[in-house]
């Protein structure tokens, strides 16, 4: 008898609390956005610099250079990426507004 009501109150209780519960919001995109920028970019940076002091020390001069080509232009591409979304965001206020 005390375990059934027992029971009763636990699965009661439970299911209040699962109803209570707020819906979601969604992803928080800015929040991703913002630890990448911060956390993980800059670790990858690092790792960029250890492999090309690591060539040039080894005298692979010509290696180095093409490499810090290579993450010139891919940093270009992202800024211009970022650049482009900024420009589309302004162009859609811009025509719906």
Known sequence: MIATELATHVVSAFQQATLAAPDPKGINTT???????????????AVL?????????????SKVLTS?????VG???????????????????????
Do not use: Q
Request: glycine letters at 10%.
């Open 75 to 97: 940093l270009a591409f992202i800024a211009g990426a970022a650049t482009l979304f900024f420009l589309g965001d302004f162009l859609i206020n811009l025509i719906f507004s």
């Open 49 to 61: 610099g250890v492999i090309f002091i690591g060539r040039a020390s080894r005298g692979e001069i």
């Open 31 to 45: 929040g991703v956005v913002k630890f990448f920028a911060s956390n993980i970019a800059p670790i990858l940076l």
């Open 68 to 72: 810090s080509a290579i993450a010139i």
